[in-house]
């Protein structure tokens, strides 16, 4: 146990030909709490803002070409443009890299974004100048990339700024005024959900990424994290124990009476344990047979006692050696920690009276904690894990997990919440042309509208591709587009303070849904704008080149938002599937990637063949070498499978010594052939039995082929340990 793997920078075993994952190998893994510091996040605002700026200064000048235009605008518009292209392009120099980060930078550069448009505003129409629309940007960006407080506080400054815009300068109506500042808030709101949506989605996917499937309690990974949480938390100092169990005899249940009965038994032990277990203790299965325990507060004499409480619930069915390492503080380092319990466990190996054993944890010279793994603890609750671990289904990629239901519904409900604002405020507007009664007429069935989408996403965790999905996706972007463009024309065209709701849509979707969908939600608001254009007066065509470049950074905000938090999950999800200890597949990994290679095969008409490899003497390598040397071995092993067989479907440790192959043959003895070169290429490292079987000829499904491959394995142990015996008479 001395040789610990980090398990946060697990990765799927990269094949020799794959170039790309041995690099993404190397790289950190992402974060889980946020996405400040990636290049995208850091470069895009800059760039955005950089376009816009030069967006500004054409927009200022087509609207008065005579050359009456605005000068301070379009001077000032140009030295933003400059500043930002500098800032942009530094990105990656080492002082953009040093400051990348920060989120002092962010905040910072925020401020002076929103000092530089407030300045802006005041110049001209106030919060009704059209390019007031970029606070909206501005607002939803803060509310989808800083950590909650701060995006509480940015949300009090851009409210506070645009009343002040208001106030030193009320050019603009009341009713316009309204709406600017509502929709300051709503695009807030908006970013915030997104930020909501993205936090939930990686948490679960830590969840997932931190429990054994087989025995639904903490795995290797995430009983690491919590030794390093307990470790490295602040607060009262105190006692720190860490049991290891190891169960006896465990390897004759699978060599006698299958591995389906060594699954039920290890599934059984999960369940047993917390029986003996004080609250606040933590469960965890470290692999093959081996779990353990984590408590807090609890001395040695509390521990031992705790030890012989499992021993005893778990005799019914099988006895299990113990060992205990305590520490009186949290001075300790996980690695000791870890490899004192690993001493007491052999000295009750050793000593087979000894059922429990206990050992005192040292400490390191400055009183600080190692910790194994930098990447975020795992949450007390692991939201819609319990529900994904009980019916064994977990989602292949991050869609899935982030169109939920409750997020869809509470944007849709921002969106009527907004709209009602726009038509309230138009009842206290006296009508003035022909859209305004249009919106007096439409504009509440248009709130209802939007509630009654909301209300058909009650309580579903999940959207569903479908009706009902096509219903609100659709039905909600046509909606907007529509109602919009309506309220656009009746307060004055493209220069409405309203238009800023199209770019808002943009971005949200383009934050939380799939690439397809949220280009499907930018043509339908560019088609709805482009109704506006059409029929809004020749005088406000100035505006166009402003509001294509809005809608290309909302794209863009909401794109690298949505890239970041892929790439977090997608990485975390991996860590669900990947052996921490070999990075090979685990047990759920091998069987989704198994059981797509035998559709496809069953697509096709393809065989496939499938190795199940059991080590020989593998757990007296463990009791007499220790368990880093069982480690180092299992790790071998599953380099030379990898390099056996680099073109295979799969590669798997189903738990303790266990591995098993998925790969293409042509013929069911080409099976065979590659079972005997896998027994020669492990001969160095280890022996092994072996068994095989051929999709169709031995099985039809997953299932049967393990068993048949699992019978051929003890079949070959047999003839193997039968071989060996007349060796041992004659000699």
């Not at 380092?333 to 206990?358: E, M, N």
């Not at 069982?630 to 738990?655: C, K, M, Y």
């Amino acid at each position: 146990m001395a040789s610990l793997v980090d398990p946060s920078r697990a990765e799927p075993f990269a094949r020799p030909r794959d170039r790309r994952a041995a690099k993404v190998a190397k790289t950190p893994p992402p974060r889980v709490d946020s996405i400040l510091g990636r290049r995208d996040v850091a470069l895009v605002p800059w760039a955005s803002l950089f376009v816009a700026a030069l967006a500004i200064a054409l927009s200022t000048w087509l609207r008065s070409p005579g050359g009456d235009f605005d000068r301070s605008v379009v001077i000032g518009a140009l030295t933003v443009a400059a500043v930002t292209g500098v800032l942009a392009t530094i990105q990656d120099s080492p002082i953009g890299l040093r400051f990348r980060g920060s989120l002092w930078v962010y905040l910072l550069g925020s401020v002076l974004m929103e000092l530089s448009l407030a300045a802006l505003s005041i110049h001209q129409e106030g919060v009704a100048t059209v390019f007031f629309a970029a606070n909206v940007l501005i607002a939803a960006y803060l509310g989808l990339v800083l950590p909650t407080l701060w995006a509480r506080v940015a949300l009090v400054f851009l409210m506070i700024t645009s009343c002040v815009v208001h106030v030193v300068q009320p050019a603009a109506g009341t009713v316009d005024a309204l709406i600017a500042i509502a929709l300051v808030g709503a695009a807030w709101a908006v970013g915030a959900l997104g930020s909501l949506a993205h936090a939930r989605a990686a948490r679960v996917a830590n969840a997932l990424s931190s429990f054994d499937r087989l025995t639904r309690i903490l795995n290797r990974r995430g009983l690491l994290q919590q030794v390093d949480r307990l470790l490295s938390s602040k607060g009262p100092d105190g006692p720190v124990a860490l049991l290891i169990i190891d169960l006896d005899d465990f390897k004759l249940v699978n060599d006698t009476q299958g591995h389906s009965a060594g699954d039920a038994l290890l599934a059984w032990v999960g369940e047993t344990i917390p029986r003996a277990l004080p609250a606040g203790a933590e469960l965890g299965r470290l692999g093959g047979d081996e779990f353990a325990v984590l408590l807090r507060g609890d001395e040695a004499t509390t521990a031992q006692a705790i030890a012989v409480g499992i021993r005893s619930v778990l005799s019914d069915r099988i006895s299990a050696a113990i060992g205990v390492a305590t520490s009186q503080t949290r001075a300790v380092a996980a690695a000791d920690l870890f490899r004192v319990a690993d001493a007491a466990l052999y000295l009750c190996k050793a000593d087979p009276t000894l059922g429990v054993h206990a050992l005192v944890a040292g400490t390191i010279p400055d009183g600080k904690p190692v910790l194994l793994d930098g990447s975020a603890p795992p949450v007390k609750d692991p939201l819609s894990f319990a529900t994904l671990r009980a019916t064994g289904k977990v989602p292949r990629s991050p869609e899935p997990g982030v169109v939920y239901g409750w997020l869809i519904s509470r944007g849709l409900v921002v969106i009527a919440i907004a709209g009602a604002t726009v038509v309230a405020s138009s009842f206290f507007d006296p009508g003035r042309s022909f859209y305004d009664d249009v919106l007096h007429y439409v504009g509440v069935p248009w709130v209802l509208w939007f509630l009654f989408l909301a209300w058909l996403m009650r309580g579903r965790e999940v959207v569903e591709e479908g009706f009902r999905y096509s219903l609100i996706f659709y039905g909600s972007s046509l909606g907007l587009a529509i109602g919009v463009g309506v309220a656009m024309l009746a307060h004055g065209g493209l220069t409405a303070p309203i238009g800023a709701a199209l770019f808002l849509r943009v971005l949200f979707d383009a934050a939380v849904l799939p690439a397809k969908q949220a280009r499907g939600t930018l043509a339908m608001m560019l088609i709805g704008w482009t109704v506006v254009v059409a029929l809004s007066s020749a005088g406000t065509l100035w505006v166009v080149p402003f509001h294509l470049v809005t809608f290309g950074a909302s794209f863009a905000l909401g794109s690298i938002s949505k890239r970041a938090f892929d790439e977090v999950t997608t990485h975390m999800l991996s860590l669900a599937r990947t052996d921490a200890l070999t990075q090979v597949r685990n047990r759920l990994g091998f069987e989704e990637e198994a059981q797509a290679a035998l559709e496809e095969a069953r697509a096709d008409g393809a065989p496939f063949g499938l190795l199940a490899l059991d080590l020989d003497d593998f757990k007296a390598v463990n009791d007499t070498q220790g368990h880093a040397a069982g480690d180092t071995l299992l790790r071998e092993v599953s380099e030379v499978l990898a390099s056996s067989f680099p073109d295979s479907h799969t590669i798997g440790r189903l738990g303790g010594d266990e591995f098993v192959v998925v790969f293409p043959v042509a013929v069911e003895s080409d099976a065979v052939l590659q079972a005997r070169a896998l027994a020669t290429a492990l001969r160095p490292v280890t022996g092994a039995s072996i068994g095989h079987a051929v999709f169709p000829v031995d099985g039809a499904n997953l299932d049967a082929l393990l068993v048949t491959a699992d019978h051929r394995s003890y079949e070959d142990k047999r003839a193997r340990q039968a071989e060996r015996v007349p060796d041992l008479r004659r000699g």
